[in-house]
């Protein structure tokens, strides 16, 4: 069974850095895209990018480059999304989804989401 | 980027009902969207991409289809777990847009 397992939630001061994590099974990691989608509280769906755990290419949203980091650790099947600074304006549910292109490169499996909170 | 539109944005139905939702394309997208459900506190779940295939284990009474810039996802009886947020996505063209959603409640 596919599962991609995320970190828990998190609860940062505006400046502090943060990375959360996404730990895949169940398929061969390198193979597939993995990719990050914020959801605000109260609001709808928002693509950020997506990582091929392969060699690590990334494609981030031009709404989000800068932003965040995405990286791969090919060894623990593990991805993450990383924030150097974050703001009070990145509190969201952060889901990680696998992107199959089996499947017109719709997100198939998803995480279970992190929640993460940005205050002072 | 590609705008996505959704309408209704929400609709109140009952048990059996038949439910359409509509998702309109700001360009020609081909068959490059797709359909998620996704229910309070809990991750989006594929429901149908491309634009009329069903992902393994959904019901058969959701259906989707169209092409180019307007698509319709449809719930042939409505049943008590259909209760959700339903979002439709585009993957036509790099960023991979999301419609605002359409809530579905009783």
């Known amino acids: 069974e596919v599962q991609l397992l995320q970190s828990g939630a998190e609860l940062k001061k505006p400046g502090e850095s943060l990375k959360i994590s996404c730990k895949c099974s169940?398929?061969?990691?390198?193979?597939?895209?993995i990719g990050w989608v914020r959801q605000m509280p109260g609001k709808g769906l928002e693509w950020m990018g997506i990582i091929y755990p392969g060699d690590s290419e990334t494609r981030y949203s031009p709404s989000f480059e800068g932003q965040v980091t995405m990286s791969v650790d090919k060894s623990i099947n593990t991805a993450y999304l990383h924030w150097s600074r974050l703001k009070a304006s990145d509190t969201a549910m952060y889901y990680c989804a696998r992107r199959t292109s089996a499947a017109a490169s719709a997100f198939d499996v998803w995480g279970q989401g992190t929640l993460v909170t940005v205050s002072s | 980027d590609i705008q996505m539109t959704q309408s209704p944005s929400s609709l109140s139905a009952s048990v059996g009902d038949r439910v359409t939702i509509t998702c309109r394309a700001s360009q020609s997208i081909g068959n490059y969207l797709n359909w998620y459900q996704q229910k309070p506190g809990k991750a989006p779940k594929l429901l149908i991409y491309?634009?009329?295939t069903l992902q393994s284990g959904v019901p058969s009474r959701f259906s989707g289809r169209g092409s180019g810039t307007e698509f319709t996802l449809t719930i042939s009886s409505l049943q008590p777990d259909d209760f959700a947020t339903y979002y439709c996505?585009?993957?036509?063209?790099?960023?991979?847009?999301f419609g605002p959603g359409t809530k579905v409640d009783i």
């Open positions: 491309a634009p009329s």
């Open positions: 996505q585009q993957t036509h063209r790099s960023p991979p847009t």
């Open positions: 169940g398929y061969r990691f390198p193979n597939d895209w």
